[in-house]
């Protein structure tokens, strides 16, 4: 289930080109992007993850913007406002169950920590964690559209849970507006 079409630093997040259309909202695990991740204005989204299991788990995010590629594709970080929680319970029913370090987290769009370090971990939707201080690198991530090695993170992993050398959940995603 390791997929990258959707990493990080993948430019479907920045362009307004469809992938895979005919794959639509069929929630058959077909990676798939639509025009409304450029065309529709949106004030919530429904964000599922699919563990390895099967089991697909859901939450809400209200935020309001013009359109997903306008909050993500350039880039900026742009904060919600979720417990850390909240995130878990995409992957609460895993193998091993999701965590995250919450002593600093950082959550919402195009989120990076605070540190020099490339290799942290980051998220266009979703929250990091550092153990300590914020500014740390942060070592561990729930999210989609994910990336970061630092500390033994699986930096392939663009739709899950990791955290540091400890724990890697796979997940497909489902991000969709409303």
Known sequence: MLLQTFTYDAEYWNNTVAYNKDGGTSLNDEETKLSSFWSTPFSRLCLG???ELGETNWITLSYVGSSLRDVIG???SKA???NPTEWTKLLRL????SRIQVRCTFQGFNIRDGSIFD???KARIGIIGTPNTCDETAQSRIGFGTAGS????TEGNSCGNEKKKELSIKAFGYIFVQ
Not at 94 to 97: E, F, K
Not at 150 to 153: D, I, L, P, S
């Open 49 to 51: 993850m699919k563990d």
């Open 74 to 76: 350039n880039g900026t």
């Open 80 to 82: 919600t406002h979720l």
């Open 94 to 97: 895993a193998v091993n169950n």
């Open 119 to 121: 290799n942290g971990a």
């Open 150 to 153: 630092y500390y033994g993170q």
